[in-house]
């Protein structure tokens, strides 16, 4: 299943991403950290969805209350669950 997800308070401004058999696959951030989100893709790219979840939760960037890691795991708390 194909999602998209809109991050609140980082500076990417959309996420992407299909989940297949509990499973991350195709992440695709728009704005944002380009290196750091192309890692954060190489790491999820087929990681369990609970995994994911937990492990990136409560991420924060500097002095922001969230992160696009973070928001990451928001999108598959709402989408997922």
Do not use: W
Not at 2 to 26: A, E, L, M
Not at 32 to 42: H, Q, S
Not at 57 to 64: F, R, V
Request: net charge positive; proline share 2%.
């Amino acid at each position: 299943m194909h999602k998209t997800y809109i991050p609140k308070g980082v500076c990417s401004r959309q996420i992407d991403f299909d989940i297949k058999d509990g499973k991350i696959y195709n992440l695709n951030y728009i704005g944002g950290c380009d290196g750091n989100l192309k890692g954060l893709k190489a790491l999820v790219e087929g990681q369990e969805v609970n995994v994911i979840k937990e492990k990136l939760k409560d991420i924060k960037c500097g002095s922001k209350s969230s992160s696009c890691p973070s928001e990451l795991a928001k999108a598959l708390e709402e989408i997922y669950d």
